[in-house]
């Protein structure tokens, strides 16, 4: 079943249970805007995320990570540079899902090539990501 067929159809569900519970079908128009009007932000966000994944990946920086890595890094300082890395990366953009879709996947494909445990590789990319 298409997704959006489920949406719909979950909105009149919610919609017919509020209205036989006693709400006005003007309230329940009112909420549901205001509720969208509080996720614009995030939605602006994640779009600005996205452009900036799809930017980093078409313009060749991810492949120039991944190939910067491999030259410079040993397997014996992999995961404390790959947490300063994103670190540093996180800092510089602001996002953390930005830099785990981008600086996360040259050192996933990094530690892959090292030959490190892809969940303790992860874990340090996670680490460097959400620093504050």
Wanted: glycine share 12%; aromatic share 8%; proline share 2%.
């Amino acid at each position: 079943m298409d997704l959006r067929l489920v949406m719909v159809i979950a909105i009149i569900f919610t919609m017919v249970v509020g209205v036989l519970g006693g709400h006005n079908f003007s309230d329940i128009e009112q909420h549901i805007c205001q509720s969208i009007g509080k996720i614009i932000p995030l939605i602006l966000i994640l779009l600005s995320v996205g452009s900036l994944i799809g930017a980093w990946i078409e313009s060749g920086t991810v492949p120039t990570l991944i190939y910067a890595g491999l030259k410079l890094l040993s397997t014996k300082y992999f995961l404390v540079s790959a947490v300063f890395l994103c670190m540093i990366a996180f800092l510089a953009t602001g996002t953390s899902w930005g830099t785990i879709a981008t600086m996360g996947l040259a050192m996933m494909g990094v530690g892959t090539a090292l030959n490190m445990s892809p969940a303790i590789t992860a874990g340090a990319i996670i680490s460097g990501c959400v620093f504050r």
